[in-house]
């Protein structure tokens, strides 16, 4: 490193920071504001609906040192461990916050150890609790917490589109890999980065201007601290360390300034992620193991209780509306009520799936005189903006994804699931790469990973990625979150749904 470098390094360490980090401190400061009034409406609410008074009081065994402690105090004290539980778990943070998945899973943790120290301190002080106020107000005031932040997760992605609250990332790497990872970052604004500049090895640089890419080189390997402050970047991203000399990784580390400026490491496999990655210390070195996709015998146990359970009560809630749509579909276009289609499942085989009739009887007939003048899907989807087989009711069953629903029958008869891949056509699966029938590995689902991320505006190249993503990372939590997003897109369907 250079005897410039070796200043900047310092500078960086020791002076505070150009870049602005407000928001993410106003941004953690609100949701905590929000998470309080969240446990405060569940404790208080499970109390009041309980006891239907804030004065009842808790039992205490003999000799307590008090006559009288009211459910009110511990509530108040619920409420407290459970705020401090959430921020031990650095679940407020600017890098859990909207990230989904990730910060479900640290509210849950952090959830379910309040209740577990609850729980203790009950036994060993032998206090009586009402088991009913403690049964509701655990899973009352976790789904408040989801609640809350879901709701800032799609606001702060929203804000990310447009611009705001993005981390100002520099990447570092090969041509290849710094390629990689910025169409990555770009085509996914709500990871929050932008990229401001890349650092590559000195002979690459000629060939990533040569290329037109939208990423300007601010520096070299051997430069990465001042092409730093140069680009005001926040997040030093190493795409491949294949290039980076030994050490240079830590250096970079150790330049950082604490707590504003931070490094991440990018794997070369950019859809492995979840469950399947497990970082196991081996003699020292901490070796990051991919597990092979597969369900256990429990995990595929629950899925299946869950389909049959949840999808027997949506077909007895939801039987009067699929009545009154069977008859609006049947009375408005000539042709059967209920559209049944050959597509391929689990393993290969094929199935009959079911759906509302959503175009005119002879749509299959008229399809190839269409192909040329699609505008939308892509090779292997066929898919169109405004597509004239499409009945004016069938344009709202689809838009809403009320079409759908007659699956819930396929999913009690085991061909499909409530999420899963997308269920393809056989004529689709011929135009396969060999690589794409993993996702067969599972059974296709009425939603899924594809179907809540964008649906027909995806190329196919994002589709397979998303169902291939799905089906090698798969967690029931993962299926929580997408039946969420499904009822969203239902409620208020995004531009893609047609």
Avoid at 13 to 35: A, C, E, F, H
Avoid at 150 to 156: H, I, K, N, V
Avoid at 301 to 330: G, N
Wanted: glycine residues 8%.
């Amino acid at each position: 490193m250079t005897l410039e470098s070796d200043k900047t390094v310092k500078t960086m360490t020791q002076s505070p920071s150009t870049v602005d980090v407000g928001w993410r401190r106003k941004l953690s400061r609100r949701v905590l504001v929000t998470d309080f009034v969240a446990l405060i409406l569940a404790i208080g609410g499970t109390q009041l609906a309980w006891f239907s008074t804030f004065g009842a009081n808790l039992y205490l065994p003999e000799g307590a040192p008090f006559d009288r402690v009211g459910y009110s105090l511990l509530s108040a004290l619920i409420v407290v461990a459970w705020m401090w539980s959430l921020g031990l778990n650095d679940s407020r943070s600017d890098r859990v916050l909207g990230t989904g998945i990730a910060e479900y899973r640290r509210v849950f943790d952090a959830s379910f150890r309040v209740f577990g120290a609850v729980a203790i301190v009950a036994l060993l002080l032998k206090l009586d609790f009402a088991r009913g106020y403690i049964l509701l107000a655990f899973p009352f005031g976790l789904v408040l917490l989801i609640i809350n932040r879901w709701a800032w997760g799609g606001w702060l992605q929203r804000a990310r589109a447009r611009g705001h609250y993005l981390r100002r990332a520099l990447l570092v790497g090969s041509l290849r890999t710094v390629t990689q990872i910025a169409a990555e970052m770009s085509r996914q604004p709500a990871a929050g980065y932008l990229v401001v500049g890349v650092c590559l090895p000195a002979s690459e640089e000629a060939h990533l201007v040569a290329n037109n890419l939208d990423v300007e080189v601010v520096g070299t390997i051997d430069t990465i601290e001042i092409a730093m402050v140069a680009a005001d970047a926040d997040t030093v991203v190493v795409t491949g360390a294949d290039e980076l000399p030994p050490d240079r990784v830590k250096q970079i580390s150790w330049s950082l300034e604490t707590g504003n400026r931070h490094l991440v490491l990018t794997p070369s496999m950019v859809d492995v992620a979840g469950p399947r990655l497990q970082v196991r210390p081996t003699a020292g070195l901490p070796l990051i193991h991919v597990e092979t996709p597969r369900l256990s015998a429990g995990q595929r146990f629950m899925k299946r209780t869950f389909d049959i359970v949840v999808s027997l009560v949506l077909m007895v809630l939801l039987s009067p509306l699929m009545a009154v749509i069977a008859v609006i579909v049947r009375t408005t276009s000539s042709g059967s009520a209920i559209f049944a289609q050959q597509r391929v499942g689990r393993d290969g085989r094929e199935f009959r799936m079911f759906k509302f009739r959503s175009m005119v009887d002879d749509a299959g007939e008229k399809l190839a005189s269409l192909i040329a003048s699609r505008d939308a899907g892509n090779e292997v989807m066929f898919k169109m903006n405004s597509d004239p087989r499409v009945t004016p009711v069938g344009r709202w069953l689809r838009k809403h994804s009320v079409d759908e629903l007659p699956q819930l029958a396929n999913v009690l008869r085991g061909t499909m699931s409530l999420v899963g891949p997308r269920p393809p056509l056989p004529s689709e699966v011929a135009q396969y790469a060999d690589h794409v029938h993993r996702r067969f590995l599972m059974k296709p689902g009425m939603t899924g990973l594809w179907q809540v991320s964008g649906r027909s505006s995806l190329s196919w190249e994002d589709t397979v990625r998303l169902d291939l993503s799905y089906v090698e990372n798969y967690s029931a939590f993962t299926d929580a979150v997408i039946l969420a997003k499904t009822l969203r897109e239902v409620v208020a369907p995004g531009s893609s749904a047609r």
